[in-house]
């Protein structure tokens, strides 16, 4: 709801609206009446500094902005608190800010999204395939879940899950986006596949995702609540970082053998620059002497668990079956058992 009669002001807020994806009601002064469209019900007010005066009556809430153009006013924060204003906010100063503010109560935001990342702590570790198998399973657990391909020597995620066929945008689609991407239509935009979105790569020629695209895309997906799953490669670039930055938890999957504890070693070390959670998921078989808690603290790193080799995730694959698509084998069952502890009490535990 927009209040105010200001026309300069009132063009400006509408323009800032539309940016937002949103069209507001516009008065004069305080509607009368608490029902649908009242002052009590709009999710977020932007009062102009011309209406603060008419709306000192109003009933106290949160989510009223005092909005106006004039730095110099004095009054202007006393006439914010006669209002009970969350802030005051000039213009043009703070439209970036605003349009995020508004668009955030278009979408209704809630909880913002477990975001997990997967890292390969040597090459061939199957990171991808984890990565997969973790969204696979929290699809079919009834979360809201989001797969983003962070690699793009990996070969395509769509492709891991059989839906390099099915319509729907990928990166390259998004490599221009800057500022803010709206969550509701990246998740509508996506290859839905196996009861999850998809953020994958065409089968075109390589190009690097801007880090300002990464950020946009990433922002737009946690703001969509549930769980994002992030495969990440194990060179590191401006891309790569933002990824990391943006990660509630990253898992290293590391072989159980000595060349991989080295390679992982490195990696880790890498990470850790941008990322303070970062725990380890060690993968039989092992080499003679070694075991999961062994590799864990050779790397210095919290054991999330061990993951046994699966014998019969090749056939699977093969035959169109994904990763995490059955309850049974040892994939799918560390995978069922990590969201069971990660997602209790809705945080990484």
């Not at 040892?330 to 995978?335: D, H, K, S, W, Y």
Request: charged share 25%; proline share 5%; hydrophobic share 45%.
């Amino acid at each position: 709801m927009i209040v105010t009669k200001d026309p300069e002001l009132l063009d400006d807020l509408l323009r800032l609206c539309a940016a937002a994806g949103v069209e507001p009601r516009v008065h004069h002064t305080v509607p009368e009446g608490r029902g649908k469209g009242g002052w009590d019900s709009a999710p977020l007010v932007l009062v102009g500094d011309d209406a603060a005066a008419r709306c000192r009556e109003a009933t106290r809430r949160s989510g009223v902005l005092l909005v106006g153009h004039d730095r110099e006013d004095p009054d202007v924060w006393r006439a914010a608190v006669q209002i009970g204003a969350d802030c005051v906010l000039r213009l043009p100063d703070g439209e970036s800010w605003l349009v995020d503010r508004i668009a955030d109560v278009a979408e209704g935001i809630g909880r913002p999204a477990l975001t997990i990342g997967v890292i390969g702590g040597s090459g061939g570790a199957g990171a991808s395939t984890l990565a997969g198998a973790l969204a696979v399973t929290a699809a079919r657990q009834g979360q809201r879940t989001m797969l983003v391909d962070g690699d793009p020597l990996g070969g395509g995620l769509d492709v891991l899950l059989g839906g390099e066929h099915t319509e729907g945008r990928r990166w390259p689609d998004f490599a221009a986006s800057k500022g803010r991407v709206a969550g509701g239509a990246l998740e509508e935009s996506l290859p839905a596949v196996h009861g999850l979105r998809v953020l994958s790569w065409d089968r075109g020629d390589m190009f690097a995702v801007p880090r300002e695209a990464m950020r946009a895309v990433l922002a737009a997906a946690r703001r969509r609540g549930g769980v994002v799953v992030v495969d990440l490669p194990r060179r590191f670039d401006e891309s790569v970082a933002e990824a990391l930055a943006q990660l509630d938890a990253g898992l290293l999957l590391v072989p159980g053998e000595l060349r991989a504890v080295a390679a992982a070693r490195r990696v880790a070390s890498a990470v850790g620059m941008v990322l303070s959670d970062l725990r380890v998921v060690v993968r039989g078989p092992y080499a003679a002497g070694l075991d999961e808690r062994w590799v864990a603290e050779a790397l210095g790193l919290p054991l999330v668990g061990e993951l046994p080799w699966d014998t019969g995730l090749n056939a699977d694959l093969d035959g169109g079956v994904p990763p995490g698509a059955g309850a049974r084998g040892p994939l799918a069952r560390f995978c069922t058992a990590f969201w069971e502890r990660a997602l209790a009490g809705g945080g990484v535990r």
